[in-house]
T-cell receptor
Framework: EAGVTQSPTHLIKTRGQQATLRCSPISGHTSVYWYQQALGLGLQFLLW???????NRGNFPPRFSGRQFPNYSSELNVNALELEDSALYLCASSLSIWGSTNTGELFFGEGSRLTVL | RKEVEQDPGPFNVPEGATVAFNCTYSNSASQSFFWYRQDCRKEPKLLMS???SGNEDGRFTAQLNRASQYISLLIRDSKLSDSATYLCVVNVGNTPLVFGKGTRLSVIA
């Protein structure tokens, strides 16, 4: 069974540009989460989508946005890139949190490493 | 106060040693607790859930103290392959998991 897949693996952008990161969850998972992991920092929660809707948003500015498509894949967009946006962006999926079978385990992709110059 | 706090380490221990990591959480409404493992430049993976009664999985033992809002992970007979960053993770109801910054472990031959 395929795990969570993310693309691109690496992305280099310059300040002010826009970046789009993509994520495909494990088949059957409807919840998708985005986390940012900057160097020396822990995983910071960005966005959570479930069943196509944004369920929760972390403490990030509005230039971080995303969406979830009908097939449950997701996209993270970062506008007006700043140097401090350089980080590993991790996508994770799980069964719907509203379902009784959700164990709380998140399955992560290998991440997209964004470098802003 | 940070939601989940961990000693960043690094913990440098010889093979065969026993090592313990601690974690404190600030939200008393936290309901679920986990330890994840993250290898260098890799994604985090679930190591084990932490139950109120404590639980063991081979060489790994997790404990939860709700009164003190404290979670621990004990690794016995450390192996070189245990070298990684261990993330303490907390869940408050139907909200995204909150991750600590992690504790780095280096097991030395």
């Amino acid at each position: 069974e395929a795990g969570v897949t993310q693309s691109p693996t690496h992305l280099i952008k310059t300040r002010g540009q826009q970046a789009t990161l993509r994520c495909s969850p494990i088949s059957g998972h409807t919840s998708v989460y985005w986390y940012q992991q900057a160097l020396g920092l822990g995983l910071q929660f960005l966005l959570w989508y479930d069943e196509g809707e944004e369920r929760n948003r972390g403490n990030f500015p509005p230039r971080f946005s995303g969406r979830q498509f009908p097939n449950y894949s997701s996209e993270l967009n970062v506008n007006a890139l700043e140097l401090e946006d350089s980080a590993l962006y991790l996508c994770a999926s799980s069964l719907s949190i509203w379902g009784s079978t959700n164990t709380g385990e998140l399955f992560f992709g290998e991440g997209s490493r964004l470098t802003v110059l | 106060r940070k939601e989940v706090e961990q000693d960043p380490g690094p913990f440098n221990v010889p093979e065969g040693a026993t090592v313990a990591f601690n974690c404190t959480y600030s939200n008393s409404a936290s309901q679920s607790f986990f330890w994840y493992r993250q290898d260098c430049r890799k994604e985090p993976k679930l190591l084990m859930s932490v139950y109120s009664s404590g639980n063991e999985d081979g060489r790994f033992t997790a404990q939860l103290n709700r009164a003190s809002q404290y979670i621990s992970l004990l690794i016995r007979d450390s192996k070189l392959s245990d070298s990684a960053t261990y993330l303490c993770v907390v869940n408050v109801g139907n909200t995204p998991l909150v991750f600590g910054k992690g504790t780095r472990l280096s097991v030395i031959a």
